[in-house]
T-cell receptor, first 117, second 110 residues
């Protein structure tokens, strides 16, 4: 079982460049999430998708866009990268069947380490 | 509002016990606990719902005190494999997004 797969694992960008982080899950989960992890800050939610065709902002959405391409895939795009976006990015998914969460556990991908110079 | 975890770090010898606390300024609906080993993804440990229930995972257990708006994670008879950073995630309602604490780094030495 692959679980949640993220690509790439590492990326270095110059300020102003754009890129897309890819995420796919093979667990038939309805909900998918993008988090960023910074030292001393824990995990902060960027965007999430409760179901195919819907996306919503999390705590720190500025500078990012997302696409829920289908039930399996949820991508995160940086249109014009800034040094403040240097971070480790995690994609996660959960089973959550209803609009109201029933406290489903999150399954995380292995992360993307992004550096913006 | 991000929950507050304490301590920030703890060093243990194999077999020792430790307690990690997670406190919120808001009433909590649920608390999640995850463990992350260096360079890896966070891994789910357990969820506690309001009602004060206690759960366990191997020799790791947790409690949820609704009145105090806090949860505690208990590492009992620690093993080397318990090393890692422990995060609590809190929900304030049934569809509230998880807010994660800054993490507690646990190092278990032989």
């Amino acid at each position: 079982n692959a679980g949640v797969t993220q690509t790439p694992k590492f990326q270095v960008l110059k300020t102003g460049q754009s890129m897309t982080l890819q995420c796919a899950q093979d667990m038939n989960h309805n909900s998918m999430y993008w988090y960023r992890q910074d030292p001393g800050m824990g995990l902060r939610l960027i965007y999430y998708s409760a179901s195919e065709g819907t996306t919503d902002k999390g705590e720190v959405p500025n500078g990012y866009n997302v696409s829920r391409l289908n039930k399996r895939e949820f991508s995160l795009r940086l249109e014009s990268a800034a040094p403040s976006q240097t971070s480790v990015y995690f994609c996660a998914s959960s089973e959550t069947r209803q609009a109201k969460s029933t406290n489903e556990k999150l399954f995380f991908g292995s992360g993307t380490q992004l550096s913006v110079l | 509002q991000q929950p507050v975890q304490s301590p920030q770090a703890v060093i243990l010898r194999e077999g020792e016990d430790a307690v990690i606390n997670c406190s919120s300024s808001k009433a909590l609906y649920s608390v999640h606990w995850y463990r992350q080993k260096h360079g890896e993804a966070p891994v789910f440990l357990m969820i506690l719902l309001k009602g004060g229930e206690q759960k366990g995972h191997e020799k790791i257990s947790a409690s949820f005190n609704e009145k105090k708006q806090q949860s505690s994670l208990y590492l009992t008879a620690s093993q080397l494999s318990y090393s890692g950073t422990y995060f609590c995630g809190t929900q304030t309602d049934s569809w509230g997004k998880l807010q994660f604490g800054a993490g507690t780094q646990v190092v278990v030495t032989p």
